[in-house]
């Protein structure tokens, strides 16, 4: 089973929207990371919240980790059609962060 | 400086043939983990080797198997392939097993 569920599956949005995904998980953590994809390709690190922050921003990125309700939210503000792509969020275990855990990820499609 | 590499791009197998598939860390990185991606999943964790061991496994069977050079580049073969191995294989790199991971292209196999 997986241990990160990206929900909603699928978003579609116009270029200058937000789009917001969200990520639940099932053990404690030390941190979250998200990830993107485009088309099938590798997958590109986006940004690292730990367990002690419940904020964090990178650029037009902002992410938020609840730890009580073991969820995190990965923000994309004004979006572009280059955002288009998969992203996944990924757990590491506490004692490596070798062993990454994915969701099933959220595919964004951004429309000019 | 190159970041992670993989060979080949794409690969076509028969079942019950043997692949193996290599990856180059990024510069500086002694730590190279694996993942399998199928269509429409996210990435699935096969295994990660630091200092010419693995060190951690995933939920795969012996058929796969892995080997880490001196060089800190890696090889991921498969044995007696299956129609179900059909997938996106990525390699990651991270300098130990606590830094963030980078991602290479991936190599698609497809067994037919």
């Known amino acids: 089973s997986q241990q990160g569920e990206e929900d909603p599956q699928a978003l579609s949005i116009q270029e200058g929207e937000n789009a917001t995904m969200n990520c639940s998980y099932k053990?404690?953590?030390?941190?979250l990371q998200w990830y993107r994809q485009n088309s099938g390709r590798g997958l590109v690190h986006l940004i690292l919240?730990?367990?002690?922050?419940r904020e964090k921003h990178s650029g037009r990125l902002r992410v938020t980790l609840d730890t009580s309700k073991k969820s995190s939210s990965l923000l994309i503000t004004a979006s572009r059609a280059a955002d288009t792509a998969s992203y996944f969020c990924a757990t590491p275990p506490t004692d490596s962060w070798g062993k990454l855990q994915f969701g099933a990820g959220t595919q964004v499609v951004v429309t000019p | 400086d190159a970041g992670v590499t993989q060979s080949p791009t794409h690969l076509i197998k028969t079942r019950g043939q043997q692949v193996t598939l290599r990856c180059s860390p990024k510069s500086g990185h002694d730590t190279v983990s694996w993942y399998q991606q199928a269509l429409g999943q996210g990435p699935q964790f096969i295994f990660q080797?630091?200092?010419?061991?693995?060190?951690q496994r995933g939920n795969f069977p012996d058929r796969f198997s892995g080997h880490q050079f001196p060089n800190y580049s890696s090889e991921l073969n498969v044995n007696a392939l299956l129609l179900g191995d059909s997938a996106l294989y990525l390699c990651?790199?991270?300098?130990?097993?606590?830094?963030?991971?980078?991602f290479g292209p991936g190599t698609r196999l497809t067994v037919l």
């Open positions: 919240i730990r367990s002690n922050e």
């Open positions: 990651a790199s991270s300098l130990g097993t606590f830094n963030e991971q980078f």
């Open positions: 080797y630091y200092e010419e061991e693995e060190r």
């Open positions: 053990t404690s953590i030390n941190n």
